[in-house]
């Protein structure tokens, strides 16, 4: 469980938050919980090593170029364009869009709870995390509100992400040696629902 080996990670760090950790018999990680940490190590080092099995999966959920699983020069040279292009934004025009949001969804949640006289049902608060996410990630990047907090549900381009999120990680994590998890071309339903 997620939560069981955060919490794990957390009684084994130091006063800083930092504690090394396995992941498999043979990969030495880190697990960092401050930001100025984690800052200075992706800047001054580019180069990371991941699990074999979840780079072959995580690039066939987002390409191989995906941020990711960027390593060393290729990391670089897209941290560097990221940067750049972020860096021209406006930070004041990126709290405005993220408070906007999160307006919307308050507004909508306590209408919602005010229409049906009681509590409304939602699955975990991680749901309103992501429902805030994509609406703040289209109208920033994109100039187009996906309307996931107007409607207070995923909008059909967050929960095609998470269904593939999720295939990607199941893949990863059970019956990961099965032919059919590993060759995406392999017609069962799974395979076809992942490619469509």
């Known amino acids: 469980d997620f939560v069981d ?16 950790v396995w992941l498999g018999p043979t990969l030495p990680s880190i697990s960092l919980t401050r930001v100025e940490d984690a800052h200075k190590l992706l800047r001054n080092h580019h180069t ?10 995580f ?8 941020l990711l699983m960027l390593n060393g020069r290729e990391w670089k040279h897209y941290q560097s364009a990221l940067k750049a292009a972020l ?3 406006d930070p004041v025009q990126l709290q405005r869009i993220a408070r906007g949001t999160t ?15 009681g509590p409304i049902k939602v699955d975990s608060v991680e749901t309103f995390m992501k429902m805030i996410t ?24 967050a929960r095609a992400f998470e269904y593939m999120e ?25 395979n076809r629902k992942f490619n469509a």
């Open 5 to 20: 080996r955060q919490r794990s990670i957390l009684d084994h760090s130091d006063e800083r938050g930092r504690c090394s």
């Open 48 to 57: 990371r090593h991941s699990v074999p099995i979840f780079r072959y999966h």
């Open 59 to 66: 690039e066939r959920l987002a390409g191989r170029n995906n």
């Open 87 to 89: 860096s021209r934004s």
């Open 103 to 117: 307006q919307t969804l308050t507004d909508n949640v306590k209408a919602r709870i005010n229409d049906t006289g």
């Open 134 to 157: 994509v609406d703040v990630f289209g109208r920033a990047a994109f100039s187009h509100d996906f309307g996931s907090c107007a409607e207070l549900k995923l909008c059909p381009f």
């Open 166 to 190: 999720e295939d990607a990680l199941d893949r990863c994590n059970k019956r990961a040696l099965l032919p059919q998890n590993l060759l995406y071309w392999i017609p069962t339903q799974r």
